[in-house]
Every structure is written in structure tokens, then in C-alpha cells.
């Protein structure tokens, strides 16, 4: 069976998110679990808000088409989402947008998403840990035919979790998130292949 290729992001830019240490401890996990996994970080892909005017007079911008070529090549992802009132963060959404637009008329419909997996993450100092967002986030990426693993993590009380270095410092959260990875990572390897 080979190992899935995964690319690694949270939907949050923040200085100190929670939702990035969240994602790291995760993408750390997958790789021991024998996955290659690229932890990127969005603000390294800055794009303006999606607008059909702009891309008709202006094309996708080079930040997004290099985005999406990364998640053209991947066969899944492992996101961490914040929420913003019961939905995911809208940098995402966006994220999402860009990436989903075709370069040329012969391109495959969701050519970056279609076929693939993701394993869907939050974290929140509330007490349901950014969960709602993540049904509207497995929402929107099950309708653009991404198939998402069954298990969503949610890290209540997060600022308990995460320490002053940024990293996911308790132990019994980081041996639920390496649990949930490594079994992602099996699960992407028998739909990849």
C-alpha cells in the first residue's frame, strides 16, 4: 500500500492560533505514521476575496494557482478550523474558491479536490471546541467530492492544551490527535490506492 501524500493548513493566519498548533501536532503524527505531509501556511498564498469580475479581467492570481497545483499533486489534506459563528474561518472559504477555479476550458471539473481525502480539525477555548464549524466545513468539501474521514476533532478548552510555545502540550489531547492521524493516514492510503 503507498503512503498518501498530505498537505497540512489551518484556516487561520493568526499570530499564536490555536488551530495551527493543532494542525502541526496532527501533521507530525501522520508523518510517523509513514504519510508524506507538507504543513503549509496560508499566509505564504495571500489572495484577494473571490470576485468572478476580477478573475475575468485579471486571471487567478499566482498565489492560487500555485496552491492548487500543491493540492492537485496530494491525494488528501488535514485541516484545522476555526469557527466563526457556527461555520468555518472565511479565509478558508476563500482558500477553497480560488483553488477551485479551472485554468482552462479542458480542465477536469474540482480538478484540486476531487478524489481526494480530508481529515477535519478545531480547536477553541469554548466547550465544544469549534465543532459546529466543522459540519459546515465536511459540508462544503463532501459537495466538491472530497471524501472526509468519518472522525472529526474538535480541542475544547484549547488555551489549556496549547502551550506558550504554540505547540500541543497535553498529553492525553496530543495521544487523541496522533490516534486520530495515524488512523487518517490508513484510511487515505486504501482510498488512494
Do not use: H
Request: net charge negative; hydrophobic share 45%.
Amino acid at each position: 500500500m503507498t503512503a498518501p501524500k498530505l498537505i497540512a493548513f489551518a484556516g487561520s493566519t493568526r499570530k499564536g492560533s490555536l488551530n495551527r498548533a493543532v494542525v502541526a501536532a496532527a501533521a507530525e503524527a501522520a508523518s510517523n505514521a509513514g504519510a508524506t505531509v507538507e504543513l503549509i501556511d496560508l499566509a505564504d498564498y495571500e489572495m484577494p476575496i473571490y470576485n468572478g469580475d476580477l478573475e475575468t479581467d485579471s486571471g487567478i492570481p499566482e498565489t492560487a494557482l500555485a496552491l492548487k497545483a500543491k493540492f492537485r499533486e496530494a491525494d488528501g489534506f488535514i485541516i484545522a478550523s476555526p469557527e466563526y459563528n457556527s461555520a468555518f474561518s472565511p479565509l478558508l472559504k476563500n482558500t477553497i474558491d480560488w483553488c477551485s477555479r479551472a485554468e482552462t476550458d479542458d480542465e477536469p471539473p474540482l480538478a484540486a479536490y476531487s478524489g481526494k481525502t480530508a481529515m477535519l480539525l478545531a480547536a477553541s477555548p469554548g466547550a465544544l471546541g469549534g465543532l459546529r464549524g466543522l459540519y459546515a466545513l465536511r459540508t462544503l468539501l463532501q459537495n466538491i467530492n472530497v471524501t472526509v474521514f468519518p472522525d472529526m476533532l474538535a480541542v475544547r478548552s484549547a488555551f489549556d492544551v496549547v502551550g506558550d510555545n504554540g505547540e500541543v502540550t497535553d498529553e492525553r489531547w496530543k495521544a487523541k490527535i496522533t490516534s486520530a492521524a495515524k488512523d487518517f493516514v490508513s484510511f487515505a492510503s486504501r482510498l488512494s490506492n
